[in-house]
């Protein structure tokens, strides 16, 4: 379907402009309602249109994690003015009380939702048409970036032999037939690569120099950025004219194109690592689009991006995108009110759970059973990530296998023919992994908690992405769909481990090393005083705290000391609920424990044989 683009010059009248510019509507995070604007004709500094926010629109409350400094105050700024304020038709939203003029869709797109975010998709019309479709192509010309690999072209190094001298850019074609197209097609190409290595190339050889040739012939071209990587340095120039083909020894540097190199290389240590993530790659040619603002920003500070972005002509309100892409995901200070509401002892205990976080991305609250392990991780996911969104869960068990956690093909059927076929789907952690990669996620917090995470065999569900646990600036090859994959900087993996269904000393050494290890147990805080803290706010006896503590100092294991949480449901309180949760809930779980010991369990954990004791 053809939507045509728009002019942004004159001035047109209301009506004129609403019959030439839809209007777009965005969706506020878990499944909002959907905020309201239009496209306005004049342009903001950038040269992006500006863009209306239309009154009555929803807003999120707050902001999440990583969204920039400049949007935040914005907000902050409108919200005094009085021009964002509570919400009588959405409960627990706000909503603009006039129109909001914007220098962009972006800085729209933060205002509403509270985050950065895709601006040109996540924009779309009521029949689901992206707002991207409506700008012509004369607006967003792309430029991208490219890694080309020479350090090792048939045990030479053309990058300090011919490259970085003479101002080239060069990809082998040793027996590629002479290619009379101007502009050929991928599957042009996959034609000429049959014919010129039938026999002297392998399937998946052939699959790649097509795709390399690809970028390099077609996709590159005069302006874009390119890189290579020679004796632990990365080079960087700018692709400076179009491909020629000349013959050379062995055909080793038969395409060629001109490039200006910067002389000075950067060691390859010292790069960012969502760049190198992108950089370990294993092909001749590799597309870095995605890490472009982090190349622009090579040796150069904060300060110096910001004074140059100042000088230039540009959207004021746009963060500069070379300092975005290098900052870190952040996790934000645990609050007073969030120790408060966990009835946790102290607030340094979670400001060290988000500290392991942060270094280690991997943590396992490990334990007995009724000991929170879940629910907390999931409270503090939640707050560290900006909401549930943010928080996919999964629980592991005896047959859970990489196919249902990573991906794999599944049985689907077709929703016209009927016919069921076997398609590739995603699980949970590359669904995760793809949301928190999209384009204005990147620095916002994502976690995936994995409950009873020892109840599967690790390596069998992790694969090769036990690897990437551990190195998190590589990637690799997937066994199913055959991508590269890395896992993003900004996804954390929280795991429970319930310490009676297997000690933790029997966890193997690859998963010690991956994960930070929490221990959440009866005899020490914030679970030891967790009941006594929570009957106090509701207004309970303390009782049944002083139960729990004489029944678990009579229990030697501490792994099958009994957590807090079977006394911390409102039917304990009912007449006669504290006898039937005993009966009921901790007593079979003793029983369990003793079995074939002969020891008489009631006489030894009933409550009356601890109330007496207490007496």
Partial sequence: MFRPGFSVGGAMTTSEEQAQYPEFRLRLPNGGPYARGRVLPSKGMNGSPKFLVLAGSPVRRGTLPGTGPYATAQ???????????????????????????????????????????????????????????????????????????????????LVKRLWLSDGLVTLPATHLPLIDEDDPTKSALRRYVQEGYDAAASYSQKQAMVDEL????????????????????????????????????????????????RREGVAYDELPEAFQQKLSVQHDVVDLTAVLPLIDGLGR????????????????????????????????EPTAELAADLLVHDRAWLREVRD???????????????????YLALRIAEFLGGGPEQV???QFHPSYAYEDFF??????????TRQVAFRLT???????????????????????????????????????????????NKSVRLTYSGDDFALPPNLFVIG????????????????????????????????SGLLRRWLQREGQDPEPADLLDALNSRIDDPDFRVGPSYLMKKGVYREGGLERTWRTKILPLLEEHHYGDGLDVVARYGLTALRESLA
């Avoid at 270094?359 to 392990?373: A, N, S």
């Avoid at 794999?408 to 077709?414: A, L, N, T, V, Y």
């Avoid at 481990?497 to 805080?525: G, H, K, Q």
Wanted: aromatic fraction near 8%; charge should be negative.
């Fill in 75 to 157: 907000r902050e700024t409108l919200i005094e003015e009085g021009a964002i304020r509570e919400s009588e038709r959405w409960p627990g939203y706000l909503e603009t009380g006039r129109d909001i003029e914007c220098n962009s869709p972006s800085a729209a797109a933060s205002i509403v939702a509270g985050r950065g975010s895709d601006a040109l998709t996540e924009w779309r019309t009521e029949e689901d048409f992206p707002l991207v479709d409506y700008l012509g192509l004369s607006w967003r010309p792309p430029r991208k970036a490219w890694l080309v690999r020479g350090s090792n072209v048939a045990g030479r190094d």
């Fill in 214 to 261: 690809h970028y390099f012939l077609t996709q590159m071209r005069p302006g874009d950025t390119v890189c290579t990587i020679s004796g632990g340095l990365l080079y960087v120039g700018l692709v400076d004219g179009g491909v020629e083909r000349v013959d050379s020894e062995g055909g080793l540097t038969s395409l060629r194109r001109r490039a200006a190199w």
């Fill in 301 to 332: 500070s904060d300060e110096e991006l910001a004074e140059e972005a100042e000088a230039a002509d540009r959207d004021p309100t746009a963060e500069v995108p070379a300092i975005v892409a290098r900052r870190d995901p952040e996790l934000p």
């Fill in 356 to 374: 392991l976080l942060a270094d280690e991305r991997q943590l396992v609250f490990y334990g007995p059973p009724g000991t929170g392990k879940t």
């Fill in 392 to 394: 996919k869960l999964v």
């Fill in 407 to 416: 991906e794999g093909f599944r049985p689907q059927e077709d929703t016209e």
């Fill in 426 to 472: 995603a699980g949970p952690l590359r669904e995760l992994a793809d949301l928190a990669s999209r384009e204005g996620n990147r620095h916002i917090p994502h976690f995936l908690i994995i409950d009873e995470i020892n109840r599967a065999n690790l390596a069998k569900v992790f694969g090769e992405l036990y690897f990437l646990l551990e190195y998190r």
């Fill in 496 to 527: 429970t481990m319930n310490t009676a269904d297997r000690s933790i000393a029997l966890v193997d050494s690859a998963m010690r090393r991956r994960f930070a290890f929490v221990e959440l147990s009866p005899r020490t805080e914030p679970t």
